[in-house]
C-alpha cells in the first residue's frame, strides 16, 4: 500500500512538472537584426513575466498546458501578441522580431514617450538627454514617501533636494549645484511651480497619480522659457485607459505621520476621467529631544479632478484641476503640544491654497500634422507666520500655447507662441516695502529632430522671449545623438537660458523673507546662462551574458552670468545686488547598472564643482555636496516580491557662516510582498540614523528666538512607515 501512494505522489508530481513549460525566445529588431537588452514578455492573464539579458534571450516559467498567450513589449517597439500552444514541440528559443515604431507613439508604449523634449519620441530616439523616472522605480519611491516627490528626487545622481527650514521642513530641487530657482517644475507642460507658488512645491506633490517623472540638466529655456537654466522637471500625470483603474494607498510612519490617497482612472466610449484624493498628516516630531521639531505638525489635503473628452477621432480636449490645502506648523514643541509660555513661544506657521486650472485642446489635421492648445490659470495663496512676523501674500500666472507640430518619418517639427503673466501682491503687513510685481512675457519657438541616418539624429531649436521687465532674449539650443553600434551611443547638447529676477530664492525663503528688499527693477539684468554636455553610454554582456551591464557617463558645465547675490547692507536689511562675476557649475555623473537573474545594481557617482566668481574672488559655492555616492540593491521576484537596499554619502558641504558641514552616509531598506490585488509595504528610511543636530547645534540664540543655521544634512533620523496598496 505504501509503495502504490509513493507512486501515485510520483506520478502526480510529474504531471505537475509536466503542466508547467518553459519558453524560451531571443528578441531581435526586425530590421537591423540587433539583440534587444530589456525587452518583456509577459503572460496574459498572470504575473508570469521576464526581461531579456544581454544576448536578447528572454525565459519564461511555470507556464500551465493549453493555447496561451505572450505579450512582447520594448520602448520605441510595437506591442506583439503572440497565441502559442503548451507543451510546444519546439525546443529551441523562437526568434521573436518587433518592429520600431520610430516614434515610440504605440499605445503600449505612452508610458516612456518623452514630453518634456515637445515631441513624441522615445529615449532612445532623443537627442537631448533625458532621465525618466517611471514603473516599478517611480512605485518603489512612492513606496518611501509616499506625501511627496522629494525622495523620489533627492536618490538621482545630480540632483539633491535642499532643506531651506529647519522647523516647517520646506525644500528645493539642486540640479547639479545650482540654487532651486534655476530649475523649472512644470506638470504636464504647464509652469505651475515658480515664484512664490514654487514655495513648498514639492511637499505638495504626491506621487501617486504620476505617470512618470522627466529630468532635462542643463540649460531648457528654448524649451519652455524663463528659468531652465539648472534644468527642468517635468511631472507626467496618469491618462485614462480603456481598462478601470483605482488604486488606494494607505501609508504610516514611527513618526505618526499617515497618508492616504485614492487614484481613479477610466476610459468610456466619448469621455475618461482620472480623479486623484489625498489626505497627508504630520505629527510634531523631535527625535534628537532640543525642544524644537525636526517634523513639524501638518494637515494636508488635495483634490486633482481630470476630464477627457473624445470629440472625435482627431479631436482630444482635456480639462482639470490641481487643488491643495495645508496648514503646517512646527516650532518649539511644547508651544505646539498647548503648553506654550514666555519661554516657549517660538513657531512657524505655513498656510496655503493652490488652485489652478488646465486646459488642452489636441486636433491631429490629419496623421502628421497637430494643432495643440493649452491654457493654465493658477492661484496661490501663502501666509508666513513667526512670532511678531508676518510675510504673505497672493500669486496668480496663466500661461497660454498654441502649438503647431509635423511628424514624418524622418522629420519632427514644433513650433508655437506662449504667453505668460505672472503676478504676485503682497500683502501690507507692516510698513516695509511691499516685494510685489507683475510680469508678463510673450514667446516664440520652433524646434525640429531629424534623423539624418539611421545612426544620426539632430535636435536643434530657437526660442525668442520678451519680458516686459527685462527685454528679449534669444535661445539657441542644439542636442545631437549618435549611435555608433548595439554597444554605443552618444549625445551632446548645448543651449541658452535665462532667469528673469524675483525675491523668491532659497537664501530669502531660509530667513521667511525678513528685511528682504524689493528687486531693483532699473538696476537689474536678468541672469543669462550658457550651458552644454556630453554624454557616453554603453552596455554588454559579462561572463557568457550572464550579467547585464550598461554605464552611462556625463560631462556637465553651466556658467551663470550676473547672478543676483542676497547681500547685508549697512542698515541691517537684505538687497539683491549683481556684483560683477559669474556662477560656474561643472563636473561628471556616472551611472552603472548591473543586472543578474532577479537582482539589479545601481550604481552612481556625482562630482559638482561649482564656484563664485564675484570681481577677482573666486569661492566655493555654500550647500553643495561636491562628492555623491548613491548604491541601490534591487531582489525582486516579478509580480511577487522586492526587497532593496540603499546607501548614499554626502560629502562635506561649505556653508555660508564660512564653516564647513560634515560629510555623512544614508542608508535604507525596504520590502514588498505583491499580491494579485493588493500589495503589503515597508521601508527603513535612514537606517544609521544620521541627525545633523548630532554633528553640533542647529541654531544660535535662545529657544524663544532661534536663528537657524544652513540645514545640510536630515533633522528626522530614523524613520519607518509601511502601509498597504489595493489595486482594484
Known amino acids: 500500500m505504501k509503495k502504490l501512494i509513493v507512486l501515485s505522489i510520483a506520478l502526480l508530481y510529474t504531471i505537475t512538472v509536466y503542466a508547467q513549460n518553459t519558453f524560451k525566445a531571443v528578441i531581435k529588431d526586425s530590421k537591423t537584426d540587433e539583440t534587444l537588452i530589456g525587452a518583456t514578455a509577459s503572460l496574459q492573464g498572470s504575473t508570469i513575466g521576464a526581461a531579456s539579458d544581454t544576448s536578447g534571450l528572454i525565459i519564461l516559467s511555470k507556464i500551465p498546458n493549453g493555447r496561451q498567450v505572450i505579450k512582447f513589449s520594448y520602448v520605441g517597439y510595437e506591442m506583439r501578441l503572440d497565441t502559442l500552444t503548451f507543451p510546444l514541440i519546439q525546443t529551441k528559443p523562437m526568434l521573436i522580431l518587433l518592429q520600431s ?41 512612492g513606496n518611501m514617501k509616499p506625501g511627496d516627490i522629494r525622495m523620489m528626487l533627492n536618490e538621482s545622481t545630480g540632483i539633491q533636494t535642499q532643506q531651506t527650514s529647519a522647523t516647517s521642513g520646506n525644500s528645493a530641487i539642486r540640479i547639479q549645484g545650482l540654487d532651486g530657482k534655476y530649475t523649472q517644475v512644470i506638470r504636464d507642460g504647464f509652469p505651475l511651480y515658480s515664484g512664490f507658488s514654487g ?31 539648472a534644468g527642468l522637471v517635468n511631472l507626467v500625470s496618469k491618462t485614462p485607459t480603456d481598462e478601470r483603474h483605482l488604486d488606494v494607498l494607505l501609508n504610516g510612519t514611527s513618526a505618526l505621520g499617515l497618508d492616504a490617497s485614492t487614484f481613479y482612472s477610466q476610459k468610456f466610449k466619448k469621455v475618461g476621467i482620472t480623479l486623484y484624493v489625498g489626505y497627508d498628516h504630520g505629527t510634531a516630531y523631535d527625535p534628537a529631544h532640543i525642544g524644537l521639531s525636526a517634523i513639524p505638525r501638518f494637515n494636508r489635503y488635495t483634490l486633482n479632478p481630470k476630464l477627457f473628452f473624445y470629440l472625435s477621432d482627431r479631436t482630444t480636449l482635456i480639462t482639470g484641476i490641481n487643488s491643495t490645502i495645508e496648514n503646517r506648523i512646527g516650532g518649539d514643541m511644547q508651544y505646539l503640544d498647548g503648553h506654550g509660555d514666555a519661554q516657549h513661544s517660538y513657531y512657524e506657521l505655513n498656510k496655503t491654497g493652490r488652485y489652478s486650472s488646465q486646459v488642452e485642446l489636441d486636433h491631429k489635421l490629419n496623421d502628421k500634422e497637430k494643432l495643440t492648445f493649452k491654457n493654465s490659470v493658477s492661484y496661490f495663496d501663502r501666509s508666513i507666520n513667526l512670532p511678531n512676523y508676518r510675510f504673505s501674500g497672493v500669486q496668480v500666472s496663466s500661461y497660454s500655447e498654441a502649438n503647431y507640430s ?21 500683502d501690507k503687513n507692516s510698513s516695509f516695502p511691499l516685494r510685489s510685481y507683475h510680469y508678463q512675457t510673450v514667446g516664440g519657438f520652433v524646434q525640429n529632430t531629424w534623423n539624418a541616418t539611421d545612426k544620426f539624429i539632430l535636435e536643434s531649436g530657437i526660442r525668442g522671449d520678451y519680458h516686459n521687465a527685462y527685454g528679449f532674449f534669444f535661445l539657441p539650443r542644439i542636442s545631437a545623438l549618435y549611435k555608433i553600434n548595439s554597444h554605443f551611443s552618444t549625445r551632446l547638447g548645448g543651449g541658452l537660458g535665462y532667469k528673469a529676477p524675483t525675491v523668491f530664492t532659497e537664501d530669502a525663503e531660509r530667513i521667511e523673507f525678513r528685511n528682504v528688499l524689493p528687486i531693483d527693477v532699473a538696476n537689474t539684468k536678468a541672469e543669462r546662462s550658457y550651458g552644454a554636455n556630453y554624454d557616453l553610454n554603453y552596455r554588454t554582456g559579462l561572463f557568457n551574458d550572464q550579467v547585464s551591464f550598461s554605464i552611462n557617463q556625463l560631462f556637465f558645465y553651466t556658467r551663470i552670468d550676473n547672478p543676483i547675490l542676497l547681500t547685508q547692507l549697512i542698515n541691517g536689511n537684505l538687497q539683491y545686488l549683481q556684483p560683477g562675476g559669474d556662477l560656474n557649475t561643472k563636473g561628471m555623473e556616472t551611472n552603472v547598472k548591473l543586472t543578474y537573474g532577479n537582482f539589479k545594481l545601481f550604481l552612481g557617482y556625482t562630482l559638482a564643482d561649482v564656484t563664485q566668481h564675484t570681481n577677482s574672488i573666486i569661492s566655493a559655492y555654500p550647500l553643495v555636496s561636491k562628492n555623491r555616492l548613491n548604491n541601490v540593491l534591487v531582489y525582486e521576484v516579478e509580480g511577487k516580491f522586492k526587497i532593496g537596499a540603499e546607501a548614499y554619502y554626502f560629502s562635506p558641504q561649505q556653508l555660508n557662516d564660512g564653516t564647513t558641514g560634515r560629510g555623512y552616509w544614508l542608508a535604507g531598506l525596504m520590502a514588498e510582498k505583491i499580491w494579485e490585488r493588493f500589495s503589503l509595504f515597508i521601508n527603513f528610511e535612514n537606517l544609521t540614523d544620521t541627525r545633523q543636530t548630532k554633528f553640533g547645534p542647529i541654531y544660535t540664540g535662545s529657544i524663544t528666538d532661534p536663528h537657524f ?20
Open 101 to 141: 515604431t520610430g516614434k515610440g507613439d504605440g499605445e503600449e508604449l505612452d508610458a516612456v514617450v518623452i514630453g518634456a523634449t515637445r515631441s513624441s519620441r522615445t529615449i532612445a530616439n532623443t537627442p537631448t538627454r533625458v532621465e525618466v523616472i517611471a514603473g516599478d522605480e517611480l512605485d518603489e519611491k
Open 199 to 229: 514655495g513648498l512645491g514639492l511637499l505638495q506633490i504626491a506621487p501617486l497619480d504620476l505617470k512618470q517623472v522627466e529630468v532635462i540638466k542643463g540649460s531648457s529655456s528654448t524649451l519652455y522659457g524663463g528659468g531652465a537654466i
Open 406 to 426: 509635423y511628424t514624418s518619418e524622418k522629420t519632427d517639427w514644433v513650433a508655437g507662441l506662449n504667453y505668460l503673466t505672472d503676478n504676485f501682491n503682497e
Open 709 to 728: 543655521k544652513d540645514i545640510y544634512a536630515p533633522l528626522d533620523g530614523l524613520v519607518v512607515n509601511g502601509g498597504i496598496k489595493f489595486r482594484l
